[in-house]
């Protein structure tokens, strides 16, 4: 977006107000919403033993997850655009929660897939629906720094849960009868469906009906969003059918899918891998610290400095401007990361190429979201948006699985890192590919202010016909 000569002041202690009251409450809801999603990597350690689950079984229920999510990931967010954003990620949050809590029952292989693919029904549509929410907040030059800041609850999660959870593993098993893992399920479930009724009350469904604003700021802020509308409208104005198929919406979906069919498969099977590691070394008698305890401190590692670089990119993608390299770059570095901790002999040197792998990751992850809320609006970016989310998070189940299969076959996980490598790849060079599209996306933290839209939208229609 063009930057006025003067800031204005009205604008800038909205956007104030709104930091200070949407992001860190949002970051608790997905917080607790990745707890629900990495426990079953921490509870994988004594529960697959315990329950008789193999490598691909265990591959399989952590992505047949992403299942229910692609099938309801769209209905949920067109559901949130006409009910609401408070009552709908509420209701969100609720259902998931108690079926994350639910997962403490799981007998065997079916019980656990079932509950695995309810728990993406129930979850589908909190994450591109947070997305959209924060689109209807913040204009489109500040979206990377503030979608960053909201995702580092995701690396925060293994930072915080990851020592939680090895903790829970090793000093309440066996408490009033249930194992370490059932109890995981259990106390990192329900503050979702706390945090959920927390919404009903906290949330608004947008800046005009946030009393909290004062009547002038909500203007200068509804003003600038919806100047911001009609120039996109003008260069696109996509329907919600249009949106759906077309060729850049679906192009960006590969790359999420690409980049989160890495993400998840190194995830939920980096606590494996680490204590296998930690194993191996004796670290656990050499430290005097528990297998699991200190597998999860171990893992914490990673993600730590994950939040720095997701906080660094982000508003280095917003200062300068650009975005396809920020998100291309990274993906590319993390896929060659990824391989060449498959091919270290040296633990150490492997554990410090999958800690870049991760950092990569998650430095790439929130600006990639700029891209599709650059160009979609209204309707169509709810549909947009949740289908990009959607095929994406097909990743999700393609990662874990396909590791757990390859791991199973040969033994060792390092095929299994070879092909998420090659998703980290395939992500960054179709990001290249696509390049900006300077019509629609507001790149304009370094360019001159843009010329009017009726003279855009000739020129950028060339270049992006409807599909």
């Known amino acids: 977006m063009s930057q006025s000569a003067e800031p204005d002041p009205l604008l800038a202690r909205a956007s104030g107000k709104i930091v200070r009251r949407l992001i860190p409450f949002l970051m608790l809801c997905y917080f607790v919403a990745y707890l629900d999603r990495v ?195 003008a260069v696109h104005g996509f329907t919600l059918r249009e949106a759906l198929t077309n060729r850049r919406v679906l192009a960006l979906s590969l790359v999420y899918f690409g980049i989160v069919c890495g993400n998840y498969g190194l995830g939920y099977w980096l606590p494996t891998i680490v204590s296998g590691v930690a194993r191996s070394a004796r670290l656990d008698a050499a430290t005097g610290i528990s297998l699991n305890t200190l597998t999860g401190a171990l893992v914490a590692v990673p993600y730590a400095l994950a939040v720095v670089a997701m906080i660094a990119w982000t508003r280095r993608s917003d200062r300068t401007g650009e975005r396809v390299w920020h998100v291309a770059g990274p993906s590319i570095l993390g896929g060659v990361s990824l391989a060449a901790a498959a091919q270290l002999a040296d633990p150490r040197l492997g554990a410090a190429a999958l800690t870049l792998a991760a950092v990569c990751t998650y430095a790439a992850l929130p600006t990639f979201w700029t891209l599709p809320t650059a160009f979609l609006t209204g309707t169509a970016a709810a549909g947009g948006i949740a289908l990009v989310n959607s095929i994406g998070n097909l990743g999700g189940f393609v990662g874990p699985y396909l590791l757990g299969w390859l791991q199973q076959t040969t033994g060792a996980p390092g095929a299994g890192l070879l092909v998420l490598a090659a998703c980290y790849v395939m992500a960054g060079v179709v990001t290249a590919f696509l390049g900006h599209e300077p019509g629609a996306e507001r790149i304009a933290a370094t360019s001159p202010a843009r010329p009017p839209a009726s003279a855009r939208s000739g020129d950028a229609a060339s270049r992006s016909p409807r599909n």
Request: hydrophobic share 55%; aromatic share 14%.
């Open 39 to 233: 426990n079953v990597a921490f509870a994988g350690l004594t529960m697959n033993a315990d329950l008789g689950f193999t490598a691909e079984m265990f591959g399989f229920g952590g992505g047949i997850f992403f299942a229910g999510y692609f099938l309801f990931e769209v209905p949920s967010n067109l559901l949130l655009e006409r009910f609401g954003a408070r009552r709908w990620i509420a209701r969100i949050m609720v259902t998931w929660g108690a079926l994350a809590a639910g997962m403490a029952s799981i007998a065997g292989p079916t019980s656990f897939y079932a509950m695995r693919f309810l728990l993406g029904v129930a979850e589908a549509g909190f994450f591109p629906g947070v997305i959209l929410y924060l689109t209807y907040w913040f204009t489109a030059e500040q979206r990377a720094r503030w979608i960053g800041m909201f995702m580092t609850a995701i690396p925060l999660s293994s930072v915080i849960g990851g020592p939680v959870s090895g903790w829970i593993l090793d000093h309440l098993h066996g408490a009033l009868g249930l194992a370490g893992w059932q109890w995981l399920f259990l106390l990192e479930g329900l503050p979702s469906v706390a945090v959920g009724l927390a919404c009903l009350v906290y949330l608004d469904d947008g800046p005009a009906s946030a009393a909290w604003l004062e009547p002038a700021e909500r203007d200068a802020l509804l003003g600038r969003l919806a100047a911001e509308r009609r120039d996109c409208e």
